[in-house]
């Protein structure tokens, strides 16, 4: 058998490595894709898989992060990805997904300077109009002057989510909630909600900028997952 010339070689090696990493970005591509889509039973399988070639990549440590019941973690995985992959694509996500943090943490000055990174860098993001309607929420709760270019924002933007159960017991409702992941949805989560003095805890999952995509996602878990206690509603 005929060995091939060292330069020949070189050049089936570089076509070899071109062909590995198209291979990578079409996978992690389509591996987002089911995620944006809430196939989050295929997306788990899919990181699985990945894991051996990908998991120093910054599209697999997103989702590794999304997909980590560890608020504390997830957030450290965040982190990484700010500091190292500010230039990616999947920085958008990443950046949000701060915002977001910070928020619910009650960490407003933090997320304050987030989300002003995030409405500079991003101003074609769908996330823009819940950006800004956040960060004028937190400038109420700091007891600061909104910047003129935040009160343009005339009607807030609506964000809606999918409710998985209600509940007035707490331990029901991490029963419910061990069951859902169980289930694969993993991006399932407890809101506690007060009404006089009693308390109530909602199981939401997902954040919507549009009515309709909550609903087309509402149908798809019931679908999926034979759900009957769910329904669309404004996040609160």
């Known amino acids: 058998m005929k060995l091939l010339k060292p330069s020949y070689l070189v050049i089936f090696i ?4 071109a062909l590995s990493d198209s291979l990578y970005a079409q996978d992690i591509a389509s591996v987002l894709r ?6 989050l039973n295929k997306v788990r399988e899919a990181l699985i898989a990945l894991r051996p070639s990908s998991y120093n990549k910054p599209e697999y440590l997103f989702l590794t992060a999304v997909f980590e019941e560890d608020g504390e973690r997830a957030f450290a995985l965040y982190g990484e990805l700010n500091a190292n992959a500010p230039d990616n694509p999947i920085f958008e996500r990443v950046l949000w ?4 943090y910070y928020y619910a943490k009650g960490l407003y000055k933090k997320c304050n300077d987030a989300l002003g990174r995030f409405i500079a860098a991003f101003p074609d993001s769908d996330n ?5 309607f956040m960060r004028n ?3 109420l709760y700091l007891g ?3 910047p003129d270019t935040l009160q343009r924002v005339e009607e807030p933007t609506t964000i809606y989510t999918i409710q998985l159960g209600y509940f007035g017991i707490e331990s ?3 029963n419910q909630l061990k069951y859902l992941r169980n289930l694969g949805i993993a991006q399932a989560y407890i809101k506690e909600q007060r009404v006089g003095s009693q308390k109530f805890y909602k199981i939401w999952v997902g954040e ?3 009515k309709n995509d909550a609903e087309k996602m509402c149908d798809e878990l019931k679908r999926k997952y034979k759900i009957t206690d769910i329904l669309v509603t404004e996040k609160k």
């Open 14 to 17: 570089l076509c070899i490595c």
């Open 34 to 39: 089911e995620y944006d889509q809430g196939r």
């Open 97 to 100: 997904r701060m915002c977001q």
């Open 128 to 132: 823009q109009g819940a950006a800004r």
């Open 137 to 139: 929420r937190i400038a």
């Open 144 to 146: 600061e002057e909104i």
């Open 172 to 174: 029901n409702a991490h």
């Open 208 to 210: 919507f900028n549009s």
